[in-house]
Every structure is written in C-alpha cells, then in structure tokens.
C-alpha cells in the first residue's frame, strides 16, 4: 500500500485526513507535540522546522506522497511572531516541496481563503492575492514558493472551516458550543463573509485531488454566510437560544491584523474535478455529530 506523510495530524484537518486516507494508503501521521488521537498505521513526532530531522525521517520513511496541513495558523499570534511562525509556514513548507520535487510524489499544501484582500469576491484561483497580515502573507511566500521547486504540487486555499474529529474541535465550535450551551455572550462578526466548510468535507477534497491535480485550487463551501449567521445556524440545529450571540461590525473592533471583509471562494474549478461540498446546512448538521 502506498505510504502517505500528513503533517498537522493532531490537528482538526489533519485529523481528518488520516480518517479519511485509512484504507486507502498507508498513513503516516506527523505530530509536533502530541500524537493524533487516532488510529494510524505510523506516527512521527517530528519539529518540522528541525530541517536534518525532517530530511532524516523522509528518507527513512519514503512516502509516496505529502499532504502538509501543519501551520502556526492564528493571524493574531503570527501578528506578533513573524520571526517564530515564519520558519513553520514558509522554511518549513519549502523544504518540504523540495523533498518531494525530489522523489517526483505528489505533495499537497494547505493554504487560505486569506490571502485576498476581501475587495472583490468571489475569487477564482487567479485573482491576484493581497495579503492583509503576517500570517496571510507567509502563506502566499509558501504558495509562491511551492510552485517554484515543485511544478505539479497541489496548492489547496481552504475556508473558514468547522467541525470536530478524535476529541479536536475547530476554535468556531468551541467557542459556539461554549457560549450557547452556558447562554453567555458571544460578539460574532455580521459584516465579514467566507465561504466555510467542513474539516471532513474539506479534507476529503484534498485527498481527491492529491495526485490527479496540480496548482492552486479553493476548496471553499456552497455558501457565503457571516459568523454571526452561521453561529445563528448552529444555535438552531443544536436547539440553543441564540439570544446570547452579538452580531457587531468590523469597524468596532480593533484587529491586528486587518480583517478582509470577504474573502468567499470560486470553487467551481476543484467541484469540476470532483470536489462536491454538501449544502451548507446539512454540512453543519453532520460536523455537530462529530
């Protein structure tokens, strides 16, 4: 059975990835602090930006392909720590693309709906990006930086995702769950729009087009909806009172970095590959089952 890396295993989308890949390919989960709560065939505890230990553990391992979903992917924190994430979102993730380039295996990157400006959605795979942060634009470096060493990479822009997987739940469900379960308030953003999808959902795009596609795909939902709508829609499928979430503006809270104001994603040319997004409602319904 082919070997397959999966970087950010303990994360929610790489959680998923491994479920998903299970039975297909011989997974290997890679962790940087802690295993994957999940069954693997193999897992790595790996510092990623350790660039000897990685080489040393590919070489060992031979995948026959790489899906790197690790990041350091709060903006705020990476605001702060350009310096310290720097080296995770783009040293790293080059390195990376060159082992494979290498090999000649397929190799995956995830990247984000961020790197737009949020001027003129919806944008397609060649919209020209303009990132608004640090984090934003570590990610274009990486994009920009795959694509040169490694031709046939895949490039996936991901969403606003949500969902939970082996105990991991997105920062949007833990905050939602906690807020309307306790009735304590929660202020949402009413005038900042994405298209979200599921960690299941999205990850099981990617595995889709590992392999059979190159270049830069969005991978985004059905929907465009704003956080406060879509906390609203969780309230209603949980059975909760959404009497306790806020919807405020962008331009009454102070960010660092500077909020998009929507960044919805095309995605009609991964959906012409296969990629299908449930409704956006009936997506959530089956992420609060877990």
Request: proline share 6%; glycine share 10%.
């Amino acid at each position: 059975m082919r070997r397959l890396w999966i970087t950010g295993a303990s994360g929610l989308l790489g959680g998923w990835l491994c479920r998903l890949a299970d039975g297909r390919w011989h997974v290997t989960g890679i962790c940087h602090i802690r295993l994957a709560n999940l069954a693997l065939d193999e897992s790595i505890t790996l510092d990623l930006t350790d660039a000897a230990a990685v080489a040393a553990a590919f070489a060992r391992s031979r995948p026959d392909a790489v899906i790197h979903a690790a990041a350091s992917a709060d903006p705020v924190y990476c605001e702060k720590n350009p310096e310290t994430t720097g080296p995770v979102n783009v040293t790293a993730t080059l390195q990376l693309a060159e082992l494979c380039a290498a090999q000649k295996i397929p190799f995956a990157f995830t990247s984000t709906d961020l790197v737009f400006d949020g001027r003129k959605p919806p944008y397609i795979e060649t919209d020209e990006v303009n990132p608004l942060g640090v984090y934003a634009g570590q990610k274009v470096r990486a994009e920009r930086g795959v694509l040169a060493r490694h031709p046939a990479a895949l490039v996936c822009r991901m969403p606003l995702m949500f969902g939970q997987s082996a105990g991991v739940a997105s920062r949007l469900f833990h905050s939602l769950f906690a807020a309307l379960k306790q009735q304590q308030t929660l202020r949402l953003f009413a005038d900042e729009f994405r298209t979200p999808v599921s960690a299941r959902v999205g990850a099981g795009g990617i595995l889709a087009l590992l392999g059979e596609q190159g270049g830069v795909f969005h991978l985004g939902g059905r929907e465009k909806i704003s956080r406060y709508e879509l906390g609203r829609a969780v309230a209603r499928l949980g059975g909760w009172s959404d009497a306790c979430l806020v919807p405020v503006k962008q331009a009454e809270v102070a960010s660092a970095p500077p909020r998009p104001p929507d960044v919805s994603l095309n995605s009609g040319k991964a959906m012409a590959c296969g990629y299908q997004p449930l409704p956006l409602m009936d997506d959530l319904a089956d992420a609060m089952k877990g």
